[in-house]
């Protein structure tokens, strides 16, 4: 069995919330399993291209956290993991953990990408989105986390054909080992954070939205991902249907959410990540126009209303008090949103070139099998059930939760979660 000792807490899911907590708990001298069910740590924050607030650039503000994540002696990274099972009691609980085989050798491999060159199977990019393909050999994303490329088994020719074998072949480093195994590990340790994270809701089960139908309405996430720099297009936006500058600009606010058909909570961040996003589209190209609907504007943080208004006031950015009833599309391809504007009641019509929908956070699916396994509960919405004045706590003594698996939250908010869950944790395994 592995694990130092006792003084040692095992934390699921390496988004933001778990990267925070592992440092913080690493820098108490409390050593730290961090598993992550991905091939690199970083979570969504790795997707977003700038991120409110500050707008500053996301992967330079995550980056130097994942470094430090992975080279800290007390931090042991387990990637492609999962854990199977717990049993044992706070203070001392034994977890099985699964890794599946990365099929490169951690030592060996450079991330010099000349594997992927010439790696024929192209495969949706789940990172991006599935705005573009990625090859069988790949790495999430390219400041990724450990720095190794990884084989997808279920699309490598060699796996699925038994042939190719072409990354082998260019590997100076003769990294690529097709016998590595999936391994299974039991870890001892003191207590357990639980940082999962979010989905997000598919907004084609509205089908009056016309998502998936319309190419030109997309979600918020997809749109991090087009307008980054390092995503699909370049940072140079264009529309998917034709592939022209979009110039009017629609975001559309509680999608899924604070709707009783759906999900009735409040997604939180998405007030200020579409003023963000339409920030960001006009400094790209100040001849953008944008419009956010939304039902109220929930700007609840330090200088975040102060945020919106600078999003009128420097970005020409109107926010229009409706009720999206439905989008159509004319023969151009461009989207045509049908509302009710509340301030006057009457039913209304706009064109846009591009519509882009906040979706809501969910839980992660399998949620519910992870809180079976760690003996948790979850809540009326399947999220980890936290304690009402003790937000971090789960309902199981020496079970922890943090970041947006237990609601959703902004980032700032996840590492305060986090911070919160490390503190709790440390006090119990310090204790003993
Ligand atoms: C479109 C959009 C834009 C946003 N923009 C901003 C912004 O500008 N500013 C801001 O403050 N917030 C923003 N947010 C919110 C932000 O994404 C979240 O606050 C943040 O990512 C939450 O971090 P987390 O660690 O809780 O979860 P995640 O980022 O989801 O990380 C969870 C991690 O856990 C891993 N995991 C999941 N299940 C398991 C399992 N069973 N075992 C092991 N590992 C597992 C996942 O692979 C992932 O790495 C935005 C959200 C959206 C949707």
Redesign the pocket.
Known sequence: MLGKNLKTVMV???????IQASLDLAERGINVEL????AC?????AQ?D???PTNDCSICILAPKLAECFRHPNITLHTL???KNLSGQPGNFIVKIFKKARYVKAEECINCGQCIEKCPMRVDDEFDMKLRKRRAIYIDYVQGVPSIMTIDKENCLFFTKNACRICEKVCEREAIDFDQKDEEMELNVGSVIV????D?FNPKTLDSLGYGRYPNVVT??EF?RLISASGPLGGHLTRPSDKNEPKKLAFINCVGSRDIKNNPYCSS?CC??TT?EAMIAYEHDNEIDTSIFYIDLRAAGKGFREYIQRGCDEYAIKYIKGKVAKILEDDQRNPLIIYEDINTSQVKQLKFDLVILAST?IP?K?AGE?AKILGIKINDFNFFKAESYQPQKSSKEGIFLC???REP????N?VIDASGAAAKAAEMVMRG
Not at 35 to 38: A, D, F, G
Not at 41 to 45: D, K, L, N, T, Y
Not at 195 to 198: K, P, V
Not at 409 to 412: A, G
């Open positions: 699921i899911g390496g988004g933001i919330a778990g598993v992550e069910k991905n740590i970083g979570g969504r924050m977003l700038k991120t409110f993991s999962e854990v940082a999962t994270g979010y997000i918020a996430l991090e961040c200020m990540y963000k956070m992660k399998d992870l970041g947006t698996c939250m902004d980032i700032p996840s």
